[in-house]
């Protein structure tokens, strides 16, 4: 099987709706000379579901960091608070 080769949108769109039309990802791949792994990365990837997940993946991360970034800012400032608050004179 050639694993090297880069395949055009189109090629990989016809391939999948052959896959899909016969119901055999196996013939496909053999005819096609693609490995049946590549032929389900195409699937996977083309899955509206997977492509939000990802996107859903980086918003998480995101969002861990910023969550991170604001917890240090929070506890610096919680730390200088009592700093400040001790050297001003209780009343």
């Given at each position: 099987m050639n694993k090297s080769r880069k395949y055009t949108r189109e090629e990989k769109e016809q391939i999948m709706e052959e896959a899909k039309a016969s119901g055999n990802i196996l013939k496909v791949s053999k005819k096609?000379?693609?490995p049946v792994s590549t032929i389900h990365t195409w699937f996977r990837r083309?899955?509206?579901k997977v492509k939000?997940?990802?996107q859903e993946e980086k918003q998480l991360?995101?969002?861990k960091k910023q969550n991170n970034e604001l917890?240090?800012?929070n506890k610096i400032l919680k730390e200088l608070l009592?700093?400040?608050y001790l050297i001003w004179p209780e009343n």
């Open positions: 096609n000379n693609i083309d899955n509206p939000l997940a990802k991360k995101l969002l917890n240090l800012k009592k700093k400040t």
